[in-house]
């Protein structure tokens, strides 16, 4: 299996800029699609963005498109999550996530993926 471990979060005035990371150690990395979620307090989990396996192919949730990025580097078994323009709705715990296979296209559900991190706390201050 594969264990991932995010990094980058943290207290940002809106308007600002965070950058996510996920590092993934355990299986071949190239193997896995990858995708951000978050979960806002009393809310449930939502997918955020999505890559598949080989970065060819990216999804975003339509309250992000524009703002945030997603990107990977399979030499460096890493996934980011740029995120500029940030708001207040965009508080939340950011989840990273792996999903076994090299589909072309972007898993949107949250069932879809197999292994989480623990996640990483994005506060956005008005």
């Known amino acids: 299996q594969v264990q991932l471990v995010e990094s980058g979060g943290g207290l940002v005035q809106a308007g600002g800029s965070l950058r996510l990371s996920c590092a993934a150690s355990g299986r071949t990395f190239s193997n896995y699609a990858m995708g951000w979620f978050r979960q806002a307090p009393g809310q449930e989990r939502e997918f955020v963005a999505g890559?598949?396996?080989?970065?060819?192919?990216?999804d975003y949730a339509d309250s992000v498109q524009g703002r945030f990025t997603i990107s990977r580097d399979n030499a460096k078994n890493t996934v980011w999550l740029q995120m500029n323009s940030l708001k207040p709705e965009d508080t939340a715990v950011y989840y990273c996530a792996a999903r076994q296979g090299r589909r072309t296209t972007v898993v949107v559900t949250e069932d879809g993926y197999n292994y989480w991190g623990q996640g990483t706390q994005v506060t956005v201050s008005s």
């Open positions: 890559i598949n396996w080989s970065g060819g192919s990216t």
